[in-house]
């Protein structure tokens, strides 16, 4: 998708031909995220839409009970600067608040912000390089204290301080936060950053009190006693916390939203698995919400036959996808396998690996394993000439593949096996341990064996396969395999730094343990200059093009092959209204929540 | 038999010493990184890791840290937990009450069912009431937790709805129907857990019953004309009892260690759940702590046991 292609997307938005959700779906579709589609059309002056959906019904605050949530991985901190993952930032979401979430739609929806700033507002000056953030007023702490902007500056100072040893340390290190006034900050980034929504936003973006934190910023902050008794601006006031185990809240009854928030109490449990939390939220009904439910989408049909719960599925930029390795993992080079000096005897030939993508049943994949809970896709797409659903630009077929084979020489032996040069078609394929996952093994482990190839298939534990242990040779970081698969998640929702995993700075080597997110070590100077460009790409249609640009590179060389686009999984009462984000935490709408047939 | 304990008090002290070595150097060496996740996230940048690291003292040497513990140890610190940045003592406490209660009710369960069965099924041997109580017990310690666990799961939440599978250890309110609330929650793991304990001590005291009630003083008092009944409770049981008061005193630190699996079933909140996911998480002073208290209880009930051997036993002697 050329920026010229881009552009007239957005100038048919704006003249209301297209509406906004269809031009974001299909940035989307481009592996943009919602959120960065937003932000273009912010840049072009396109307003946001105001409507917040599903529309919040109850009109007075509390009266709706208790309000149960099961987030099979426990939270144990409840500081979301110390957070180790999502389910610590959803844990401190119940009481911490950020100036502003995004929704579903890519919109930013301000929360302890008075308004979003935009250009029109005189909020985003210097082309991005200076933001006006205008906070909210009679905004209090759960202790009584005013909200003001010395709270925003002492966040930033607390987290960009290398001794603190914050999470969030990469958002805030390079900028500057000034007071204006009690109600009003300026960000200034270093240089114009077209992306500008990252500070104060989101999951990232937890405001946090001066008055409790103050004394404890720096080396001191691990002992600070707010870090287990959160004092935040949230809907719910902290009552008890057991690390792993239970987050319990109380309404906050000077919260700053009308009407808001509609439960009384809220309990956030931890432990077991996915499986028997959706049979808590779908079959049983004990609890009223359940989180990242990794359950195939069968048995989630079952469970929601007996009419107590519903599985939603929301959006997200999480994909599933297959990497071959162009190095070969098998010889050592300069005491290292998989050196990005060697060769793979037969991944560095592209028709190898286009044979390799022709074999990957996506469609069985999603019918029979994924259901509703994937999607197959072409997440990178190849310039297509003009735009529908994503899934129609790859291709399942054997006999191409076949074909494609035999032009490139291997030729099938005996034993059935293709072979070139006296090296066979042996590959080891290896992934996690995962009930999902070995079946999608298997698909492609069939399909594999009609064109020729033997593959072994192999699955780590997860805990090991995930982890960046230098002294262990399974790790993903490591790919001493040929093929391997997982997901990827989208951290952030902007696209630079998924996309410059590709680039050949990242590669992952024994020089820099293996930590290097270019995992496939994949060496492209074009992808390099680009990945360049669109770091100082101010213009956010012309950044777009290019990031779209680099999608294209490494899906048409067939360096990664994307499978199932993930939406995120979740469980809860058919009861329970929710405002569920793709972008955000789980919880970033939490004030909305209420539950329907029982409204004051 | 001051000299005994004073000995064996003495052993104990290089045992436990040698333990918390071993555990330290296993875990040293052991690969894993508490703070890989925060390695894996593209939005933390190395430097904070190292920070922490360097906050912990991570990158000191293994002695230097074994050292630094020991000390802490000594002095009533029992750590900081690297992943939940709280005090381990305090995370310990946390759990120890819902540990006693769910696992201790088992074991008492456990007792409840194997002492009757098995004295029943000794005093009548391959009748039916034993040929049926022996094969039950040989499928309840065959079939493992998990399964049994979701068998009940499958049958009293979801087919019948009468209990509630998710362990709650926050019920508010107090009184008769606290009670009745914990006890509704708490049923499935304790029937678990005991279930399977007993099923396994119910073939020991059977056993240790049968090789007492072949003995002559048992037809002695048999033709005394004392009561049957009499017979066992007064002459057998008290003398075959012995081993398994032994052996109820030996399992008695499962009850700290917790049940892992089961605990994983109900999300109980116990110290086996801790356990597993300290070590899944690399969390150090977690796991050294509850291991080398679980070892010191092992050593002090292994202790117990072999007074209460002693005593109860008047053929023993303490040298």
Known sequence: ??????????????????????????????????PMASMMLMHSGVAQSQVITPVYKPNRRGGGGALKVLFWQGATLLQPHFANGTKDQEGSRIFYEPLAVWDNDGNLVPILAADIPSVANGGVLEGGKVVRWRLKKGVTWHDGK?????????????????????????????????????????????????????????????????????????????????????????????????????????????????????????????????????????????????????????????????????????????????????????????????????????????????AMSLLCDKKSMQEFIYGRTGIATSNFMNNPPRFRSPNTKWEFNVDKANAL?????????????????????????????????????????????????ELELKSVTASVFFSSDVANPDTYGKFWADIQMYTTTMTAPDAQRFMDQYISAEASQKV???????????????????????????????????????????????????????????????KLVTTLSGWDLDFSALQNWYRDGAVG | MGHFILRRLLIA????????????????????????????????????????????????????????????????????????????????????????????????????????????????????????????AFVGFSLPTFFTGLLLILLFSIKLDWLPFVFR??????????????????????????????????RYVRSAVLDVIRLDYVTTARSKGLAERAVIMKHVVRNALIPVVTLVALTMPQVFGGAIVTEQIFRVPGIGSLLIDAILRNDTPVIMAVTFVFSCLVIFFNFIADLLYGWLDPRITFR
């Open chain 1, 1 to 34: 998708m050329e920026e010229r292609q881009l552009r007239a997307l957005i100038e048919d938005v704006r003249s209301g031909q297209l509406p906004r959700r269809g031009f974001i779906e299909r940035m989307v579709g481009l592996g943009l995220t919602a």
């Open chain 1, 146 to 354: 005013p909200f003001t902007a010395d709270d925003v500056v002492f966040t930033w100072e607390y987290a960009r301080d290398p001794a603190t040893a914050a999470v969030t340390i990469a958002v805030y290190k390079d900028i500057t936060v000034t007071k204006v006034d009690d109600y009003t900050v300026l960000v200034s980034f270093r240089k114009a950053t077209p992306f500008w929504a990252t500070a104060f936003v989101a999951a990232e973006g937890m405001i946090i009190p001066k008055h409790l934190f103050g004394p404890y910023a720096g080396a001191k902050s691990r002992d600070a006693p707010t870090n287990l008794k959160p004092v935040g601006t949230g809907p719910y006031k902290f009552v008890d916390f057991k690390p792993g185990d239970l987050v319990s809240g109380a309404i906050n009854t000077s919260y700053h939203m009308a009407n808001r928030p509609f439960f009384d109490t809220i309990e956030m449990k931890g432990g077991g698995d996915a499986p028997s939390a959706a049979r808590a939220v779908l079959q049983t009904g004990e609890y009223d919400y359940a989180w990242n439910l990794q359950v195939e989408d069968e048995v989630l049909k079952r469970m929601e036959a007996g009419g107590k719960g519903k599985a939603h599925i929301v959006p997200g930029g999480d994909i599933e996808f297959i990497q071959l390795n162009i190095t070969d993992p098998w010889t050592e080079v300069d005491g290292e396998r998989g050196s990005v000096k060697s060769k793979h005897f037969a991944f560095s030939d592209i028709k190898v690996r286009e």
């Open chain 1, 512 to 574: 820099n343990k293996w930590a290097g997110r270019n995992i496939c070590r994949y060496i492209n100077p074009e992808y390099d200059k680009l990945a360049l460009a669109g770091e100082s790409e101010l213009d956010p249609v012309k950044r777009a093009a290019i990031y779209i640009k680099m999608n294209d590179i490494v899906v048409g060389e067939f360096i990664v092959i994307p499978l199932i686009s993930r939406p995120r999984v979740r469980g809860a009462n058919v």
């Open chain 2, 13 to 136: 002290l290089p045992s436990l010493l040698g333990i918390s070595v071993v555990l330290f150097t296993v875990l040293a060496l052991a690969p894993g990184d508490p703070f890989a996740e925060m390695a894996l996230n593209p939005n933390v940048p190395p430097e904070v890791s190292a920070n922490l690291r360097k906050q912990f003292g991570l990158d000191d040497p293994v002695w230097q840290r074994y050292f630094r513990w020991l000390f802490a140890m000594l002095q009533g610190d029992w750590g900081f937990s690297f992943i939940s940045r709280v005090d381990v003592d305090k995370l310990i406490l946390q759990r120890v009450p819902v540990t006693l209660a769910v696992i201790g009710a088992s074991q008492l369960l456990a007792l409840a069912i194997a002492l009757p069965v098995g004295i029943y099924s000794a005093a009548r041997p391959y009748s039916w009431f034993d040929r049926i109580a022996s094969t039950l």
């Open chain 2, 169 to 202: 250890s926050d019920i508010a309110g107090s009184g008769w129907p606290w009670w009745w609330a914990h006890i509704r929650q708490a049923i499935m793991p304790v029937l678990v857990l005991g279930l399977f304990q007993g099923a396994s001590w119910t």
């Open chain 1, 405 to 453: 084979l035999d032009a490139a020489g291997w030729k099938k032996g005996a034993d059935g096996i293709r072979e070139k040069g006296g090296k066979k078609m042996k590959f080891v394929y290896q992934t996690s341990i995962n009930g999902t996952r070995q079946k999608e093994q298997a698909i492609v482990k069939q399909a594999a064996q009609k064109a020729g190839i």
